[in-house]
């Protein structure tokens, strides 16, 4: 059975997204973590290898110039969010 394109678009919205967090948490400066960042030397490989995926996974779906444009809005929409989570996340780790 084949993958309706609605499916496969929302995997790579996922897979973007999770990328995006990845890369937010291997960040020293993040606020998700209260240990700070990862402790790995290429602590960035697992969120680009989701970006990635991600971008391959919207290529086929779409043309390329609308797939480059929405999974850029998406990486900069969650990007953008995701250091007002860990500050609201780090405000509650400290009222505790």
Same mark, same amino acid.
């Given at each position: 059975?084949?993958?309706?394109? %609605?499916?496969?678009? /929302?995997?790579?919205? &996922? =897979?973007?997204? $999770?990328?995006? *967090?990845?890369?937010?948490? #291997? ?19 697992? %969120?680009?290898?989701? /970006?990635?995926?991600? &971008? =391959?996974?919207? $290529?086929?779906? *779409?043309?390329?110039?609308? #797939? ?29």
């Amino acid at each position: 059975m084949m993958v309706g394109a %609605g499916w496969i678009a /929302l995997l790579a919205a &996922l =897979a973007g997204t $999770l990328g995006t *967090m990845l890369l937010y948490v #291997a960040s020293p400066q993040q606020q998700w973590r209260a240990a700070g960042p990862w402790p790995s030397r290429r602590r960035w490989l697992p %969120g680009s290898a989701c /970006l990635a995926l991600s &971008l =391959a996974l919207l $290529l086929p779906v *779409m043309g390329s110039g609308a #797939a480059v444009f929405a999974w850029l809005t998406l990486l900069m929409l969650v990007g953008s969010a995701a250091p007002f989570l860990g500050a609201w996340r780090a405000r509650r780790r400290r009222a505790r």
